[in-house]
């Protein structure tokens, strides 16, 4: 038997369609390094070119799938 046919099939509980279980290391953000570093990374941001990014995403976001802005 493969190594596959041992593993339950996990399936979607509205659609019923097959899952993979997927896992996530992040850094821990309570730990005073990775705060260090945050900080740091903050410090370190263009308020201006955020706000830039922050008014094109949502900009972008008033469009819908066919491109038109949802209030046309």
């Excluded at 097959?18 to 896992?23: A, G, T």
């Excluded at 005073?32 to 094109?56: L, N, W």
């Excluded at 900009?59 to 209030?71: F, H, I, T």
Aim: aromatic share 2%.
């Amino acid at each position: 038997m493969s190594a596959t046919a041992h593993h339950k099939v996990l399936r979607d509980k509205l659609t019923g369609l097959p899952v993979r279980e997927v896992r996530l290391l992040v850094p821990d953000a309570r730990h005073p390094e990775v705060q260090k570093r945050i900080r740091a990374s903050h410090r370190s941001t263009d308020a201006a070119a955020e706000a830039e990014a922050i008014a094109f995403i949502e900009a972008v976001s008033d469009y819908g799938a066919d491109g038109l802005l949802e209030n046309e």
